[in-house]
């Protein structure tokens, strides 16, 4: 089982990205999705979360800007981010609760390899 995340990339202040997350693998359920950031010398932070429902939630510097969203078909995970800012710049990591389709393995926290978002003119 594997986070696959894409879609990063240099983008001026004020311009969009969209960034995908897909789990891949043998994958028996998945429940709750997110995206966190770490920028430079930072912890890494939540900036979006998504149950398998549709429940979302944001962290505050992204509310109003930033969508997340998900395909329970397609195991995938979305994050449209729009109105960017050179403070959104950071490396991008998709999270998901998953439970393999392998006997005796628990459901746990897997993590994507990280996307690189940078704002600048």
């Known amino acids: 089982v594997q986070l696959q995340a894409s879609g990063g990339g240099l983008v001026q202040p004020g311009g969009s990205l969209r960034l995908s997350c897909a789990a891949v693998?043998?994958?028996?359920?998945?429940?709750?999705m997110g995206w966190y950031r770490q920028a430079a010398g930072n912890q890494r932070d939540l900036v979006a979360s998504?149950?398998?429902?549709?429940?979302?939630d944001y962290g505050d510097s992204v509310k109003g800007r930033f969508t997340i969203s998900r395909d329970n078909v397609k195991n995938m995970a979305y994050l449209q981010m729009d109105s960017l800012k050179p403070e959104d710049t950071a490396v991008y990591y998709c999270k998901a609760e998953i439970l393999p389709w392998t006997l005796g393995v628990p459901q746990s926290d897997y993590w994507g390899q990280g996307t690189q978002v940078t704002v600048s003119s």
């Open positions: 998504i149950t398998r429902d549709g429940t979302t």
């Open positions: 693998g043998n994958i028996y359920s998945i429940g709750d």
